[in-house]
């Protein structure tokens, strides 16, 4: 077994999400309590046309570990072998299969969760992987729980994947056609769980310290991923390790300690390699970011317009104060 699910560890996963769980993110998150974490995807092609571009999504530091490397493709040599390059720049925890994936340009290469559709392709990808790691590292893979409401076939496809030597299993609880839409089935991820021997780790619509301890208590999953709540709330899993063990909840985020940690996140993210150092394209590349955090705060949409133009750290820290002076001018547009 995979060591943070020993001795009845109950890990807190933050979900792998493109354009969100950079170096800077996980490192954020895992300040925060996050017990686990995992890369934006890569993909394995890219890792072996063009592996010094591709390089920069798999960097990680060793206060991130336990650390998974996710990958995805629909090639299960080729993909072994982009796998047996990540584990040679730099030993991740684990190698992690992104079959659940429901985003277009992905799903259109046969990758994501396009696989959940071809099961024999499915176990090709996973076991072409396992086997040419070897005993490396451990091979973990998540899905959804199918490609569309007429076709749900997780426990299926769990089976299929820990005969391919899969170590754990990650499932949202959409399907790929509900995109983010709906409600989680935790019922399927539930039905997961008794189907093989390996942990499961359930995602979907766990927000609150409150969600984590219904899901731990009602369900047999391992452990929990957290996902887009962490983007708005990365103290989620600081709230929810609290609830777990006091049943209260912490007080609310103050708005200072909030915009500290925003505008902390702008400057550990221009002194990365993401963005070259370019401090323009950093703060405008993350922009949606900003938005994200800010979302609830008061005088949200004269908030949302200025962050909308932000584009240096300076311009986030003056944000941040007249902010919170409750003086927050309207955008002027000329």
Known sequence: MLPWFENGNFPLYLAPMAGVTDVVFRTICKELGADVVVTEFVSAEGIMQRDEYTRKYTEFNEEQRPLGIQIFGADGKRMGEAAKKIIDWKQPDFIDINFGCPVNKVVSKNGGSSLLKDCPLLASVASGIHEAVGEQVPVTAKIRIGWDQESINAPEVCKTLEESGMQAISIHGRTRSQGYRGEADWDVIQSCTGAVNVPIVGNGDIATGADV??????????????????????????????????????????????????????????????????????????????????????????????????????????????????????????
């Open 213 to 334: 301890k219904l899901r731990k208590e009602t369900t047999d999953v391992n452990g929990v991923m957290i996902g887009r709540a962490a983007m708005q709330n990365p103290w989620v899993f600081k709230e929810a390790k609290h609830y777990l063990e006091t049943g209260e909840e912490l007080p609310p985020i103050a708005i200072e300690e909030r915009w500290k940690l925003i505008t902390r996140h702008c400057a550990l993210a221009i002194q990365s390699t993401r963005y070259g150092g370019q401090e323009k394209h950093t703060i405008m590349a993350m922009r949606a970011r900003l938005m994200a955090y800010c979302k609830g705060f008061p005088g949200a949409k004269p908030l949302r317009s200025r962050l909308c133009q932000v584009s240096s750290l300076a311009e986030v820290e003056d944000l941040a104060a007249e902010h919170l002076s409750g003086k927050l001018a309207p955008l002027e547009i000329n």
